[in-house]
């Protein structure tokens, strides 16, 4: 019972560079989403995805793209990369009215 | 007003002691609730739904108050392994389902 697998768990970017940050579920949920969290602070939704094929903007999408080929996966791609784009990122999934499973995260440097 | 408010704390209880929060939220159509934990630097986890009744889990209580719109967590006999931030979270569903996270209340567990 894996859950929401997070890929990878660490890393370190140059301003600029580009990456594409990997969350697998295997729980079969429609509901999937991309969260950071700065230190200190709370979550804050960058992109959500209802379904297959079906993806829009949270709060703070800037700098940031999502794709929903298949129910299962759900990756994020960071372009450009920004000093501001270091944080805790976190990859969730539910179902409607049921809480999330969060992945573990993958903590990003940008220097 | 902020969607979900809770008072971010540090709460530094002794061991033993029952510490109670609180969380308001301001959508009257909010339709499910839930209480996640998070240890330091780690992914957010369920700990309980919140139901219109009332709910027990062992030491936990989670209680909902939809006329004033606020949801409690009550922890009973506290042992230093429940020093973590309690997020409260609250979910909507209208086409899609929004889902709000509080920032946390910091919980300290002083032996």
């Known amino acids: 019972n894996a859950g929401v697998t997070q890929t990878p768990k660490f890393r370190i970017l140059k301003i600029g560079q580009s990456m594409t940050l990997q969350c697998t579920q295997d729980m079969n949920h429609n509901y999937m989403y991309w969260y950071r969290q700065d230190p200190g602070m709370g979550l804050k939704l960058i992109y959500y995805s209802v379904g297959a094929g079906i993806t829009d903007k949270g709060e703070v999408p800037n700098g940031y793209n999502v794709s929903r080929s298949t129910t299962e996966d759900f990756p994020l791609r960071l372009e450009l990369a920004a000093p501001s784009q270091t944080s805790v990122y976190f990859c969730?999934?539910?179902?409607?009215?049921?809480?999330?499973?969060f992945g573990s995260g993958t903590r990003l440097t940008v220097v | 007003r902020k969607e979900v408010e809770q008072d971010p704390g540090p709460f530094n209880v002794p061991e033993g002691a029952t510490v109670a929060f609180n969380c308001t939220y301001s959508n009257s159509a909010s339709q499910s609730f839930f209480w996640y934990r998070q240890d330091c630097r780690k992914e957010p986890k369920l700990l309980m739904s919140?139901?219109?009744s009332g709910n027990e889990d062992g030491r936990f209580t989670a209680q909902l108050n939809r006329a004033s719109q606020y949801i409690s967590l009550l922890i009973r006999d506290s042992k230093l392994s429940d020093s973590a931030t309690y997020l409260c979270?609250?979910?909507?569903?209208?086409?899609?389902?929004?889902?709000?996270f509080g920032t946390g209340t910091k919980l300290q567990v002083i032996p």
């Open positions: 919140v139901y219109s």
């Open positions: 979270v609250v979910s909507w569903t209208g086409g899609y389902q929004k889902v709000t």
């Open positions: 969730a999934s539910s179902e409607v009215n049921y809480g999330y499973t």
